[in-house]
């Protein structure tokens, strides 16, 4: 098949086209330059679109080069704390960027569509409303979250006005090899290999470790991704997690434990964002009884695959 991705050299990105690429599909990946990931495009069957998400008319051009049988829309603005300092920006890309694949969908040859959105659109819930499901009502808490529920919206709209065989992917927390820091188990892991390589000191400063999360590996993701292109009901969104809240203290417990080291932890009170959730998760049932999805991957084995790559990042330097 021939495949139209956005997206595509992210963290979840470059594991769908890695997936995409194994299964013998031709693999069209959109950026915004032609600078940039040459090693990643230096692979057969794998052709580089240049385009910006606001460009509806490049998106068009570069879709109708495709001719594909399936997009994946992954692309956006990916923190929900930077939004704030910039929302025009983030609604701009998040949910105008939407806009333009699917009218570039649309135009041209109508493929499946499987548009990325956010669990972090939920916002803050009380315990009786857990899990979340499908039908539980988004109350997103920043500019991110909004853009989440208006891409999302616009799945369903797409489908009803043009019959766009569309489906929206509603991720929780996902985590694996290639994540970038800035995300809690990469930061911890990266600071932990390095205490136990003796390149940091054995102190670690935290924030709030009681904080409860649904976390799904990468390739479990891509996996899901995959199935909803096949057989997702348009129109529908579908739940990507574990169905299991996992506390960041037993990351981090779990992330020592592997690393065999023991560093003094101390609490800092500026890491913790004011936003917080105490917990948050989800089902997966409908994912399951539609697609047949059910996670895959440990968390522990996905810890102890995070952790062996920092340890490959960081013995490189010494």
Request: glycine content about 8%; proline content about 7%; overall charge positive.
């Amino acid at each position: 098949m021939r495949i139209f991705v956005t997206g595509g050299t992210g963290f979840v990105g470059s594991w769908l086209v890695d997936s995409l690429l194994a299964d013998g599909h031709d693999v069209w990946v959109m950026t915004r330059s032609t600078a940039g990931h040459e090693a990643f495009f230096n692979r057969p069957r794998l052709h580089r679109v240049c385009a910006d998400l606001l460009d509806v008319d490049a998106i068009k051009a570069g879709v109708a080069a495709c001719r594909p049988d399936v997009i994946y829309h992954l692309a956006g603005q990916p923190y929900p704390f930077r939004s704030w300092d910039d929302p025009q920006g983030t609604l701009a890309v998040n949910a105008g960027g939407t806009a333009s694949v699917l009218q570039a969908a649309v135009a041209v040859g109508r493929p499946r569509v499987v548009v990325v959105t956010s669990a972090d659109m939920y916002g803050k819930v009380r315990a009786e409303q857990l899990p979340l499901t499908e039908r539980s009502k988004p109350k997103p808490r920043h500019p991110y979250g909004i853009s989440k529920v208006a891409a999302g919206e616009l799945v369903r709209i797409y489908a009803d006005r043009y019959d766009l065989p569309v489906v929206e992917a509603r991720p929780f927390n996902h985590i694996g090899p290639r994540q970038r820091l800035g995300f809690v188990v990469t930061d911890f892991a990266s600071q932990i290999v390095s205490i136990r390589l003796g390149l940091a000191k054995p102190h670690m400063m935290v924030g709030n470790l009681s904080a409860e999360r649904d976390f799904t590996d990468v390739r479990d993701v891509v996996r899901a991704y995959r199935l909803l292109a096949e057989k997702g009901k348009p129109g529908n969104a579908y739940l990507v997690c574990s169905s299991q809240p996992v506390s960041i203290q037993t990351i981090l417990n779990i992330l020592l434990e592997i690393n065999g080291i023991d560093p003094r932890v101390e609490y800092d009170p500026a890491r913790m964002r004011p936003s917080d959730v105490p917990i948050l998760y989800g089902s997966f049932a409908k994912l399951r009884e539609q697609c047949g999805w059910q996670p895959d991957i440990h968390l522990r084995d996905t810890l102890r695959d995070v952790t062996a790559e920092w340890e490959a990042r960081l013995s490189a330097n010494l």
